[in-house]
Nanobody
Framework: QVQLVESGGGLVQAGGSLRLSCEAS????????MGWHRQAPGNQRELVAR???????IYNDSAKGRFAISRDNVKNTIYLQINRLKPEDTAVYYC?????????WGQGTQVTVSS
């Protein structure tokens, strides 16, 4: 079983930046893929970005250009850098990990962008 703990969310003004972190309870080198989703009030949860064990990254079209996913295998942590934040980025951001066909989720971290 993989436990995920997100951090780094908060209240930020539009145009600012945040870096979200997601620490896994196991070596992320053994995890097939990890990623970030987000869910805004009244909306479905949507993919933001994913990174595979080999380092391949995939972004939702809406995330291209301002979001960057990365990983640190030593710290067993993935990151989501968000630049030029917009009010529409306001959401709960969830980390997930897929290992041997099982999908694990973190509890989420709130990002609120004020205009």
């Amino acid at each position: 079983q993989v436990q995920l703990v997100e951090s780094g969310g908060g209240l930020v003004q539009a145009g600012g930046s945040l870096r979200l972190s997601c620490e896994a309870s196991t070596s992320i080198g053994s995890i097939d893929a990890m990623g970030w989703h987000r869910q805004a009030p009244g909306n479905q949860r949507e993919l933001v970005a994913r990174i595979t064990r080999s380092g391949l990254t995939i972004y939702n079209d809406s995330a291209k250009g301002r979001f960057a996913i990365s990983r640190d295998n030593v710290k067993n942590t993935i990151y989501l850098q968000i630049n030029r934040l917009k009010p529409e980025d306001t959401a709960v951001y969830y980390c997930n990990a897929r290992q041997i066909g099982v999908l694990y989720w973190g509890q989420g971290t709130q990002v609120t962008v004020s205009s």
